[in-house]
Structures are given as structure tokens and as C-alpha cells.
């Protein structure tokens, strides 16, 4: 058990289990002062041990790439290295070698470990909107919206599902900002 790791914020003395998570102010048994004490569950639970890769006891098994002493329990889905029970790292069903894990999330290959992107959608209508306090940058941000627009069409929009509202908005006010241009510049050549 952990938790004797728990201690006193005053005198660092360990703290008992039956002051755990009571809700109630307790006494410290070493200096008396007062606490309340609410530790997770998992800490007074015992920790489970990891799996070890079994030894290879018959010659001609295969073995795992990165440890040849132990024998091969799958291959990795994406490059094909026989793993053993240590370097078998499942995600959503696939098997894969701690490398590749690495290598797919670097690259941007596995969407799963993603925990942030760019949000090409929102830039694209910040870019069509803020310009509008400055109106002649519309001239150059406006095209440029438009641009950012297209190439956020297929992005991924966010961790979180998000609709495509930002990106029809962006494109409308963009197109309403050049229609703008067109007629200044229309009515000008008039005359």
C-alpha cells in the first residue's frame, strides 16, 4: 500500500489511512493540527504488475526485434517487427511497435494521439473579419480568405466535432468584401 506516502503538511509524519477521505477535519497524530485529507481510491489500491515477455524456450520461435531473448506475441500492424508482450502496444485494435507509435504520431498519421490541431476554419474568419476596422487590407485579406478557406475544407477541423459554419461564413463575408471592391472599383472607371 501507498499510504503511508501521505504526510503531514506541518510535521511531514505519515499519516494514518483512517483519516482518509472522511469528509471531517482529523487531527495529525504527531503535531495535532487540524486536516482534512482526500486522497484517490487508486492510492490505497496495490499495484498491479506489468507484463513481463516470456523467455524463448524452443529454438525456432521467433523472437521480438527489440528484445531477442523473449518470445514474439504479434507482429506491428504498420511496419511488421515481431513484437513481444513488452513492445506490443495496442491502439483501437492494431498492434504496433513503440517506434512506429512515435513515428505515426510525429507525422500526424494516427489521429487518435492527437490532442491538438490547428484550426484552419477559425483563422479563415478571423482573417475575413478583422480586417474589416482597417477596410483597405480587405483588398488583400479577402483573396486570402478565400485561399485559407479552400485549403481548410479537407483539414480536420478540431479535436472536438465541429461543423463547417465557420468556413461558409469566412467565404461569404470574403466574397461580400470583394463584391465591395468590384463596385468601388466599378464606379470609379465610370466616371
Given at each position: 500500500?501507498?499510504?503511508?506516502?501521505?504526510t503531514?503538511p506541518?510535521c511531514?509524519?505519515?499519516?494514518?489511512e483512517?483519516?482518509?477521505?472522511?469528509?471531517q477535519l482529523?487531527?495529525?497524530?504527531?503535531?495535532?493540527?487540524l486536516?482534512?485529507?482526500?486522497?484517490?481510491?487508486?492510492?490505497?489500491?496495490?499495484?498491479?504488475?506489468?507484463?513481463?515477455?516470456?523467455?524463448?524456450?524452443?529454438?525456432?520461435?521467433?523472437?521480438?526485434?527489440?528484445?531477442?531473448?523473449?518470445r514474439?506475441?504479434?507482429?506491428c500492424?504498420?511496419?511488421?517487427r515481431f513484437?513481444?508482450?513488452?513492445?506490443?502496444?495496442e491502439?483501437?485494435?492494431?498492434?504496433?511497435?513503440?517506434?512506429?507509435?512515435?513515428?505515426?504520431?510525429?507525422k500526424?498519421?494516427?489521429?487518435?494521439?492527437?490532442?491538438?490541431?490547428?484550426l484552419?476554419?477559425?483563422?479563415?474568419?478571423?482573417l475575413?473579419?478583422?480586417?474589416?476596422?482597417?477596410?483597405?487590407?480587405?483588398?488583400?485579406?479577402?483573396?486570402?480568405?478565400?485561399?485559407?478557406?479552400?485549403?481548410?475544407?479537407?483539414?480536420?477541423?478540431?479535436?472536438v466535432p465541429?461543423?463547417?459554419?465557420?468556413?461558409?461564413?469566412?467565404?461569404?463575408?470574403?466574397?461580400?468584401?470583394?463584391?465591395?471592391?468590384?463596385?468601388?472599383?466599378?464606379?470609379?472607371?465610370?466616371?
Amino acid at each position: 500500500m501507498l499510504a503511508p506516502a501521505v504526510t503531514c503538511p506541518k510535521c511531514s509524519s505519515p499519516l494514518p489511512e483512517t483519516a482518509f477521505n472522511t469528509g471531517q477535519l482529523t487531527d495529525c497524530p504527531a503535531c495535532s493540527v487540524l486536516l482534512q485529507v482526500e486522497v484517490f481510491p487508486a492510492l490505497l489500491r496495490p499495484i498491479e504488475s506489468g507484463i513481463t515477455g516470456e523467455t524463448i524456450l524452443v529454438d525456432g520461435e521467433a523472437s521480438c526485434f527489440y528484445h531477442p531473448q523473449k518470445r514474439a506475441s504479434t507482429p506491428c500492424a504498420s511496419c511488421g517487427r515481431f513484437l513481444c508482450a513488452l513492445c506490443d502496444v495496442e491502439l483501437n485494435g492494431r498492434h504496433m511497435c513503440p517506434v512506429c507509435l512515435e513515428t505515426g504520431q510525429k507525422k500526424g498519421k494516427l489521429t487518435d494521439l492527437e490532442n491538438k490541431r490547428t484550426l484552419f476554419d477559425s483563422a479563415a474568419l478571423t482573417l475575413s473579419l478583422v480586417p474589416l476596422v482597417i477596410w483597405p487590407f480587405t483588398l488583400v485579406t479577402a483573396p486570402g480568405t478565400i485561399v485559407l478557406a479552400i485549403y481548410a475544407w479537407n483539414k480536420p477541423s478540431s479535436v472536438v466535432p465541429r461543423t463547417r459554419v465557420r468556413i461558409y461564413l469566412a467565404i461569404f463575408i470574403a466574397l461580400l468584401e470583394i463584391a465591395g471592391w468590384v463596385l468601388l472599383f466599378g464606379t470609379m472607371f465610370r466616371r
